[in-house]
């Protein structure tokens, strides 16, 4: 494998994304190869790309001699294993499990719900509404932790995971036309992040694919 960690990715894949992000935060250089995940039926399920991700998913992450599949898994391996420069977890349990309660009403219950799979499933004339409608059921209970636990950014003064996570769902609702009035911590957190460099680089738009 190359000594480059080299990510497989979608643009606009939000598991991809929160990945970038980290690998931004932690200052690692990488390679980047896209998998479209609409081309061709979905290059994700070629029998290339499945001897990497058994689930035919991204992102996919090949780094010190590993093949690293699952965001979360790999962000949490990026942070224990070089938790410099930009620690993602904070050391207090309480905040550390506050964080990771945030990620995983993102990562558990809101992404799976409107992802591309679910929608192709659902079908074309429901797949808005169906999005739109998870989306908003997941970020009002995030708003709601929230209020407890919302610093400068979702928890404190400090970028965690629960950032990561938080970003790449904000477009999707924006995609899925969620009404965000009623969300105005979630509104704020995100537009401050969005001024970050770590998070513009990451950003779908300056992905080359």
């Not at 970038?20 to 290339?48: C, P, T």
């Not at 499945?50 to 391996?77: F, H, R, W």
């Not at 899925?176 to 969005?194: C, Q, Y």
């Amino acid at each position: 494998m190359s000594k480059v960690p080299v990510l497989y990715s979608y643009f606009r894949s939000s598991c991809s994304w929160r990945v970038r992000i980290a690998l931004e935060l932690k200052q690692i250089k990488y390679e980047q190869r896209a998998v479209h995940l609409l081309n061709n039926g979905g290059e994700q399920h070629s029998d290339e790309y499945k001897s990497l991700n058994a689930m035919e998913q991204v992102p996919s992450l090949l780094i010190d001699g590993l093949c690293l599949t699952q965001s979360m898994a790999i962000i949490e391996y990026l942070e224990e294993t070089r938790p410099q420069p930009h620690p993602l977890l904070p050391g207090d349990p309480v905040l550390k499990a506050r964080v990771r309660q945030i990620a995983e009403i993102i990562n558990s219950g809101i992404q799976p719900v409107q992802n591309l799979s679910i929608l192709q499933a659902v079908g074309p004339e429901r797949k808005m509404q169906w999005g739109h409608d998870a989306i908003s059921k997941g970020l009002r209970a995030v708003e709601d932790v929230l209020s407890v636990t919302a610093g400068k950014y979702c928890v404190g003064d400090t970028v965690t995971i629960a950032d990561l996570c938080l970003i790449p769902q904000v477009y999707n609702a924006s995609r899925f036309k969620v009404d965000m009035s009623g969300m105005p911590t979630i509104s704020r957190i995100a537009a401050t992040l969005e001024a970050l460099p770590e998070f513009r680089a990451a950003h779908y738009s300056k992905q080359p694919d």
